[in-house]
T-cell receptor
Framework: NAGVMQNPRHLVRRRGQEARLRCSPM?????VYWYRQLPEEGLKFMVY????????ESGMPKERFSAEFPKEGPSILRIQQVVRGDSAAYFC?????????????FGSGTRLTVV | AQTVTQSQPEMSVQEAETVTLSCTYD???????LFWYKQPPSRQMILVIR??????QNATENRFSVNFQKAAKSFSLKISDSQLGDAAMYFC??????????????????FGQGTILTVHP
């Protein structure tokens, strides 16, 4: 049973380009969370999605960032017109549902470097 | 909003000794969960231990145990018989057990800043 799969593991983008980060949740998990970890800091919540629905995007920057979790396929975190400050590790976590009382299963993260 | 504070940026311990990592949190809720996660250099976030706020008994997982003081809003992690493989960044995290209006805060984890643990042979 594969865990949460994130790709790519490392992503380098020039300023102004777009970054697309993918997350495939664990089998049977329909809830996905995205977190960002800036250097030397803890993880910060960005967005919580269920299939085809954004449940909570209170941690998402208002501009340039978007997320989706389509009926088929992985969840995508999209960053348009990247800037140096977007350089960070982006983690995805999944859970089976709202009633889960357990800590989530995290992926290994995508390290985004903006040059 | 809830906050989680880890006041020890770095800690070190000798192999086979015991070390305690501190965590305090602030919340107005009475029902919640607390977690300790380990992040080794591989960057993988690994769940170490969890505690339900309604349980008086402190959680234990092999060499890892917590000291949960609900009134003081304190949640420390004790690692006994430390091993070289315990070296990592450790994060304390909080999660509400119930949602806000509309259920939007239900799933969110709030993390502390982390503590880097070094284990000396």
């Amino acid at each position: 049973n594969a865990g949460v799969m994130q790709n790519p593991r490392h992503l380098v983008r020039r300023r102004g380009q777009e970054a697309r980060l993918r997350c495939s949740p664990m089998k049977g998990h329909s809830h996905v969370y995205w977190y960002r970890q800036l250097p030397e800091e803890g993880l910060k919540f960005m967005v919580y999605l269920q299939k085809e629905n954004i449940i909570d995007e209170s941690g998402m920057p208002k501009e340039r960032f978007s997320a989706e979790f389509p009926k088929e396929g992985p969840s995508i975190l999209r960053i348009q017109q990247v800037v140096r400050g977007d350089s960070a590790a982006y983690f995805c976590a999944s859970s089976p549902g709202l009633q889960s009382h357990y800590g989530y299963t995290f992926g290994s993260g995508t390290r985004l470097t903006v040059v | 909003a809830q906050t989680v504070t880890q006041s020890q940026p770095e800690m070190s311990v000798q192999e086979a000794e015991t070390v305690t990592l501190s965590c305090t949190y602030d919340t107005s809720e009475s029902d919640y969960y607390l977690f300790w996660y380990k992040q080794p250099p591989s960057r993988q976030m690994i769940l170490v231990i969890r505690q339900e706020a309604y349980k008086q008994q402190n959680a234990t997982e092999n060499r890892f145990s917590v000291n949960f003081q609900k009134a003081a809003k304190s949640f420390s992690l004790k690692i006994s018989d430390s091993q070289l493989g315990d070296a990592a960044m450790y994060f304390c995290a909080y999660r509400s057990a119930r949602g806000s209006a509309g259920g939007t805060s239900y799933g969110k984890l709030t993390f502390g800043q982390g503590t880097i643990l070094t284990v000396h042979p």
